[in-house]
Each structure stands twice: as C-alpha cells, then as structure tokens.
C-alpha cells in the first residue's frame, strides 16, 4: 500500500540553528500539505501545495519557516533560525483529486522536533 | 470562518461499553467532515468522512459518525470498546475556499 515518507522521524536541534524536513506524497497526488502539531493539540497547517504552486501559506512563520516543492513531487520544510516554541511533530500529508472536493488526506509518520 | 470543537479532552470506557466520542463544528457552508485517529508518535489515519448523501457514516474499526445538520454535529460512535481503541482522535472540518480545520483532540482511554 502506497504510504507518504518523512525524514527523519526525529531530529533535536539546538536552538538558533537550521533544520530541515523532507516529505515524498503519495505518488499522483497533487496536493501536499504541511502541519504541525503541538502536543496535546491538533494539526494546524502551515503550507498547502498544489503541485509546485503554494495555495495557502498564511499561517507559515515566514520570517524563519520556508517550504518548497519544486518539482511538483516530494518537499521541504525548513526552519531558520530554530526557536523553542517550534519543538513540535511536523506532519506531512497528500491528497487526489487536484481540485474539487478534498477527498481524505493521507498522513505521513511525521518528524518530532526538540528544539533544547 | 470554521471552527471544530471536540467536548471532552479525556475519555475513558471500559472495554466493550460504548464510545461516544463528541464534535461540533461551525461552519458557513455545508462542510466535508472527517475523523481521524492516531496513536502514538505515528500520524493521523482516517477512519470515515462525510461529504454527501447519507447522514449516517460507517468507517473503520467499527465506527460510525452521522452528520446533525440542526444540531451542528458529527459524534463518533462504536457500540463495544477494545483495547486496540485506545488512541487519540480528532474531528476535522472542511469547506469550499477554506482550509482543513483540526479539533484539539479526544484521547480515549479503555478500562479492562
């Protein structure tokens, strides 16, 4: 069965420095998201592709967080300088169709964050 | 503007009693709404949605939801709690235009 890959599973990082996330959809799937979680809270989202293009990035820290997927394929998430407050599970999910009704996301294992 | 609200943070069942897992949601719009389950350190799996039709929605696992249009509803239901049940889960909403909006979580916990 056809899964969404994340790497790596957990990262701790200092903070001030830069870390990194890597997310490959589901193959076909247009739609990619990105989102983090808080413990205790639900996913919040932060970056929605369709294909290479970003559709919502309103809730993205742009001053430190950046996303991309430049191909239209797999993606990343970036954090620059990391902060405390960002420690987090950072979730990766795809979708089909490509427009219209948003059918079910398909959620990767996530990336937990440390930020010490 | 959307909104998801699950009541209770904390549920606990024995097992084979019945869960009843509560969500509202706000929303101007008729919505897609979603439940999703996760365990630990693993990501979320969805176990039904409702877009059209038929009010009653059946998921995975034995679960089952149906949308309240009057009352704003989408409670998650299974009639015998098992152990394997044990997880937390998150009402999702979704509408036209908008973003995908996540309820804060019901962590249910299941007595033997």
């Known amino acids: 069965e056809a899964e969404v890959a994340q790497s790596p599973r957990y990262k701790i990082t200092e903070k001030s420095q830069a870390v990194a996330f890597w997310c490959d959809p589901i193959?076909?799937?247009?739609?990619l998201y990105w989102y983090r979680q808080i413990l205790g809270q639900g996913p919040e989202l932060l970056v929605q592709f369709q294909d290479e293009s970003v559709v919502d990035d309103s809730q993205l820290p742009k001053d430190r967080f950046s996303a991309e997927r430049l191909k239209g394929v797999d993606s990343t998430l970036k954090i620059q300088p990391a902060e405390l407050g960002d420690s987090a599970m950072y979730l990766c999910?795809?979708?089909?169709?490509?427009?219209?009704?948003?059918?079910?996301?398909?959620f990767g294992p996530g990336t937990r964050l440390t930020v010490t | 503007a959307q909104s998801v609200t699950q009541l209770g943070s904390h549920v606990s069942v024995s097992e084979g009693a019945l869960v009843l897992l509560r969500c509202n949601y706000s929303?101007?719009?008729?919505?897609?709404l979603f439940w999703y389950v996760q365990y630990p350190n693993q990501g979320l799996q969805l176990l039904l949605k409702?877009?059209?039709?038929?009010?009653l929605v059946k998921g995975i696992n034995g679960f089952e939801a149906e949308f309240k249009k009057s009352e704003t509803s989408f409670h998650l239901t299974k009639p015998s709690a098992h152990m394997s049940d044990a997880a937390e889960y998150f009402c999702a909403c979704y509408s036209t235009g908008n973003q995908f909006y996540f309820g804060t979580g019901t962590s249910l916990t299941v007595i033997p």
């Open positions: 409702y877009t059209t039709g038929a009010t």
């Open positions: 929303s101007s719009v008729p919505p897609y």
């Open positions: 999910a795809s979708s089909f169709p490509r427009e219209g009704d948003p059918y079910e996301q398909y």
């Open positions: 193959s076909g799937h247009a739609t």
